[in-house]
C-alpha cells in the first residue's frame, strides 16, 4: 500500500530556507507518474492550509498565494520523491508540514478530505 514519509523539517531563523522531503513508497513508476502529491501545513489551532500541489506526469505545480515565488515544489519521478524547497521563510511559515497523496486535477492544492494518502508530517520552526 501507499506510504508517504517527510523528512527535512528543522528550526531556521527568518529569511533562511529548508528543503523537505517526501518518499513515496508502494507505487509502480508507472502508477506515480499519474499521481497528485500536494503539501498540506497546520499549526496549532488552525486548519489545515494547502501550500502547493504537483502533477507528477507533466512536472507542473501550482502554489497557494501565501507561498507563491518563494516556495517550490520538484520531483525525481525515478525515486518516486517530492520536495518543497522554501526560501524567505517567515515565523508564520511555522507549521507542521504534511506530504498528501491522491487524484486530483484542479490547478490548487484543494482541501485535505481530496486526498487518500498521508504522511505524519515534519515539524518547521522559524524563530
Known amino acids: 500500500h501507499v506510504q508517504l514519509v517527510e523528512s527535512g523539517g528543522g528550526l531556521v531563523q527568518p529569511g533562511e530556507s529548508l528543503r523537505l522531503s517526501c518518499a513515496a513508497s508502494?507505487?509502480?513508476?508507472?502508477?506515480?507518474?499519474?499521481?497528485?502529491i500536494a503539501w498540506f501545513r497546520q499549526s496549532p489551532g488552525k486548519e489545515r492550509e494547502g501550500v502547493g500541489v504537483?502533477?507528477?506526469?507533466?512536472?507542473?505545480?501550482y502554489y497557494a498565494d501565501s507561498v507563491k515565488g518563494r516556495f517550490t515544489i520538484s520531483h525525481d519521478n525515478a525515486e518516486n520523491m517530492v520536495y518543497l524547497q522554501m526560501s524567505s521563510l517567515e515565523p508564520e511559515d511555522t507549521a507542521m508540514y504534511y506530504c498528501?497523496?491522491?487524484?486530483?486535477?484542479?490547478?490548487?492544492?484543494?482541501?485535505?478530505?481530496?486526498?487518500?494518502?498521508w504522511g505524519r508530517g515534519t515539524q518547521v520552526t522559524v524563530s
Open positions: 508502494g507505487y509502480l513508476h508507472t502508477t506515480f507518474r499519474m499521481t497528485t
Open positions: 498528501a497523496a491522491g487524484i486530483r486535477y484542479d490547478r490548487d492544492p484543494g482541501q485535505p478530505a481530496d486526498y487518500a494518502y
Open positions: 504537483l502533477f507528477t506526469g507533466p512536472g507542473t505545480a
